[in-house]
Nanobody, 129 residues
Framework: QVQLVESGGALVQPGGSLRLSCTAS????????MGWFRQGSGAEREFVAG????????WYGDSVKGRFTISRDTSKNTVYLQMNSLKPEDTAVYYC??????????????????????WGQGTQVTVSS
């Protein structure tokens, strides 16, 4: 089972950019589909982005398409979330997730939290002036 540690959360002004990192340990990282979710205050956990084993397949939530980019570096066992044009509504705790049973060629548009079996502790992103 892989363990996940997120980093990179911060306070940023609207329109700014931020890059989150999630480093995995404990298992073969390349066998896992990876995802990012977020949860704002009083809200349900929301799918943000996902990436397949080799990085060739990606998925995005509708609210972040065109602004966020997910990528992975297998040599560093790390997945990234580049967030541009940030808005106050992007404020949330961002969670990294992993699952080795998901289909890396999944043809759907996104995932549910229940699809992932392993989670990080979360990192806070606040978008405010």
């Amino acid at each position: 089972q892989v363990q996940l540690v997120e980093s990179g959360g911060a306070l940023v002004q609207p329109g700014g950019s931020l890059r989150l990192s999630c480093t995995a340990s404990g298992d073969d990282f390349k066998n896992y589909v990876m995802g990012w979710f977020r949860q704002g205050s009083g809200a349900e956990r929301e799918f943000v982005a996902g990436i397949g084993w080799s990085g060739g397949k990606t998925w995005y939530g509708d609210s972040v398409k065109g602004r966020f980019t997910i990528s992975r570096d297998t040599s560093k066992n790390t997945v990234y979330l580049q967030m541009n044009s940030l808005k106050p509504e992007d404020t949330a705790v961002y969670y990294c997730a992993a699952d080795r049973n998901l289909n890396s060629f999944y043809s759907g548009s996104g995932f549910e939290p229940a699809d992932f079996g392993t989670w990080g502790q979360g990192t806070q992103v606040t978008v405010s002036s």
